[in-house]
């Protein structure tokens, strides 16, 4: 994303972000506005990503010279006569055109490939398609988007659409082709979000930060964790799910705090999921609070009776509010430093069972360490991926 004196320019990357993080889009725009620094980002897990992924465009790139093809290259993508050179290869009619600068409008990219085909087009008796080269296994939808776009940069530029997009993955390098018409209206469908995003008056916006699959590899990503732990993030809690979060702040229970407080039953019962899933949460909650207020953070998880019967191969008696309240605690693992897990030292108020009766608080229980990860264990997913996704469960066709 960048500023232009006649208005933000916008690519295919910033397509794929706001497809899986709304939040990322104004991070992104505030920092092309000058508004906010760019974090300084460096991760080796990335960069290794993106190494393979160049070899992996000289593999296919190697694949196709030795079909005895004809290869043009329009040269650095950061030069101005990029385009231009592009243009010229276009009418030029190379069987591949490698690393193509492509522009119209606000938009902007670079298609890894663009391959000729016997269509005939505004270029002659020929016209091209747009290939691009993945390290994946399955076709995700932001690929699906950048391929849309390039597509339709190819179409104005030519004169006509191309009807396929194809991806190269290292399987076998041989092109998974998808039909254009097939994902045009979801990509149209995003690029007018996207545009609405950064439009001048949607600028102010108010948009949070709430964890997704791309947190693992965004640049924002400990801005964005401060604000989250700043604000006591029910992500926190560790197990919970989106289901979970959504319902409960429906509720007005926000944070780890307000969760670990939450009387049980929960009246009226969750639209969404079991209730006792909601009682696990708050109990685990209450754990990690109680490990906050000793200043020594506990790394303990909750388990329901159902849980520890199911790791112990032992009876699984169905986990029930009033059950979780009588649950005992595991046995500690050899070397693990039980103080950790001391019973805590806040008040801990009754817990009322379905039936009405009220039993007393549960004890702290010792449990195993393990990692608390804020969203990845037993997370529902974000809800942008299962959303996406959608348009990808088609097959893609051989037409
Ligand atoms: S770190 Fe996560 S929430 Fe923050 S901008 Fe990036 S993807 Fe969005």
């Known amino acids: 994303m960048r500023n232009r004196s006649d208005g933000v320019e916008l690519s295919a990357s910033d397509l794929a972000g706001h497809l899986g993080c709304r939040h990322l889009t104004a991070l992104d725009l505030a920092a092309a506005n000058g508004d906010l620094a760019p974090p300084i980002w460096y991760d080796p897990g990335l960069e290794a990503l993106q190494e393979r992924g160049q070899e992996l465009e000289q593999l296919y790139l190697d694949h196709l010279r030795a079909q005895g093809l004809t290869i043009s290259m329009p040269g650095p993508h950061e030069d101005g006569a990029a385009l231009e050179r592009t243009l010229a290869a276009l009418h030029d ?11 119209h409008g606000r938009w902007r990219g670079r298609a890894d490939f663009l391959q000729r085909t016997d269509s ?35 179409g104005g530029l030519q004169g006509l659409l191309p009807a396929r997009m194809h991806v190269v993955t290292p399987a076998d390098l041989r092109p998974v082709p998808f039909r254009v018409h097939d994902y045009l209206a979801f990509h149209r469908l995003m690029q007018r979000r996207l545009a609405a995003a950064v439009d001048v008056a949607a600028v102010g916006r108010e948009t949070y930060p709430d964890p997704v699959a791309q947190c ?9 964790d401060d604000r989250r732990r700043g604000d006591d993030h029910l992500c926190f809690v560790a197990g919970i799910a989106r289901l979970q979060i959504d319902e409960l702040r429906g509720r007005g229970i926000a944070t780890l705090a307000a969760l670990a407080d939450m009387p049980l ?15 696990r949460v708050r109990e685990q909650a209450r754990v990690q609070l109680a490990g906050r207020r000793r200043a020594a953070p506990s790394t303990s998880r909750w388990t329901s009776p159902r849980d520890r019967a199911c790791a112990g191969c032992q009876s699984r008696p169905k986990a029930t509010s009033s059950s979780i309240s009588r649950a005992t605690p595991m046995p500690a693992a050899a070397g693990w430093n039980t103080s950790w897990a001391a019973p805590p030292a806040v008040p801990q108020s009754p817990i009322t069972t379905p039936a009405g009766r009220s039993t007393p608080a549960p004890s702290a229980p010792r449990s195993r360490p393990s ?17 996406t996704s959608r348009p990808m469960s088609r097959r893609p066709s051989s037409a």
Do not use: H, M, N
């Open 371 to 387: 990692s608390i990860s804020p969203w990845r264990a037993g997370s529902a997913g974000p809800t942008s991926t299962s959303i």
């Open 216 to 224: 693992d590899f965004c640049r924002w990503w400990r801005r964005c």
């Open 265 to 279: 039953p929960l009246d009226p019962k969750p639209a969404r999921g079991a209730e006792d899933t909601y009682a």
């Open 120 to 154: 005939a087009s505004d270029l002659g008796p020929w016209s091209y398609e747009v290939v691009d080269a993945k390290l994946v296994r399955l076709t995700r939808a932001g690929t699906i988007l950048q391929l849309c776009l390039y597509s339709e940069i190819i």
């Open 93 to 103: 009619g190379a069987d591949v055109i490698y690393q193509a600068t492509l522009a």
